[in-house]
């Protein structure tokens, strides 16, 4: 069952513009979860932001929450071509015990 | 340093030959799981580990096993591989179940199975 979607699919941008995901869920959450996966590679987590929190930082990067809406957005500002990556939000469902559901993901591409 | 390991990272074998992919955490994780990635279809959880010798199944269990009998290894068996099985495997860990703790990734397992 796939929890989270991400939107758009695939986005391209130029180094130093800011690049924003979206992420929409069905079900009611415990917390959010954004990564970041290098080509092939394993996923490294970015920010997790609780269901009773709105908006979180760290560094470049900005999350939102809006549990009303069932959804998330990750905005990394003055973006970097070593941001080129696929990032993955991941849903924490209540009464889903210990199952994270990923999303398929939104593949960014940031060109120099 | 603190990571998640798994082996082999690249496996070719035939159908129904059965075969484990090892993952081990140094990080005293309580919680472990296991996702296969496809392209399309994401990340899908298969099986999952909130602590020794308690596992549970994830979206897509069917022909995989798992086992949990000691903190840092958790292996994912395939008793007879088929095509279908065919895909890019990930072990993850965190400290505590999946609510308030992040998880960290292995490096993935790609498997073929002809």
């Known amino acids: 069952s796939q929890q989270g979607e991400e939107d758009p699919q695939a986005l391209s941008i130029q180094e130093g513009e800011n690049a924003t995901m979206n992420c929409s869920y069905k079900t009611s959450i415990n917390n959010l979860q954004w990564y970041r996966q290098n080509s092939g590679r394993g996923l490294v987590h970015l920010i997790l932001?609780?269901?009773?929190?709105r908006e979180k930082h760290s560094g470049r990067l900005r999350v939102t929450l809006d549990t009303s809406k069932k959804s998330s957005s990750l905005l990394i500002t003055a973006s970097r071509a070593a941001d080129t990556a696929s990032y993955f939000c991941a849903t924490d469902a209540r009464n889903q015990g210990g199952k994270l559901i990923f999303g398929q993901g939104t593949e960014l591409s940031v060109k120099p | 340093e603190a990571q998640v390991t798994q082996n082999p990272r690249y496996l070719i074998t035939v159908t129904g030959k059965k075969l484990t992919v090892t993952c081990s955490q140094n990080m005293n994780h309580e919680y472990m799981s296991w996702y296969r990635q496809d392209p399309g279809l994401g990340l899908r959880q298969i099986y999952y580990s909130m602590n020794v010798e308690v596992t549970d199944k994830g979206d897509v269990p069917e022909g995989y096993k798992v086992s949990r009998k000691e903190k840092r290894n958790f292996p994912l068996i395939l008793e007879s591989p088929s095509p279908n099985q065919t895909s890019l495997y990930f072990c993850a860990s965190s400290l505590s179940g999946v609510s308030n703790s992040p998880l960290h990734f292995g490096n993935g397992t790609r498997l073929t199975v002809t």
């Open positions: 932001i609780r269901s009773n929190e």
